[in-house]
């Protein structure tokens, strides 16, 4: 199965948009825009074992984008992140990011997508 990986050209024409109507911190875009580059190398997993939900889903609201739609979910690199590792190691990576919160049955559907 090849894994999604957005091109050069769509990469900047995302963060073109996004800085033309970005409005607020700029340090703000600027750390949702380095998510997304380092999405590319770590995936959209290893995105959101670094950020918090409100984060994660806050860059994407900036970038207009959803990770999971541009990036794959992992890369060969994903495994340097220990919050990845820690996740493989529960088993279940849904329920590992939301600790637990969710119930078993519902971290299988979210696995399985």
């Excluded at 999971?68 to 849904?94: C, H, N, Y």
């Amino acid at each position: 199965m090849k894994q999604k990986r957005v091109s050069d050209e769509k990469l900047l024409e995302i963060i073109e948009k996004a800085s033309d109507n970005f409005e607020g911190d700029f340090t703000v875009l600027e750390s949702a825009i380095g998510a997304l580059i380092v999405g590319r190398t770590v995936g959209w997993h290893g995105l959101r074992v670094c950020h918090s939900g409100r984060t994660f889903h806050r860059y994407e609201e900036i970038l207009d984008i959803k990770f999971r739609e541009v990036l794959p979910d992992r890369t060969e690199q994903s495994t340097r992140l220990r919050g990845v590792r820690m996740a493989d190691k529960i088993g279940k990576f849904w329920q590992a990011i939301s600790a637990g919160m969710i119930p078993a049955r519902e971290a299988k559907v979210m696995d399985a997508r």
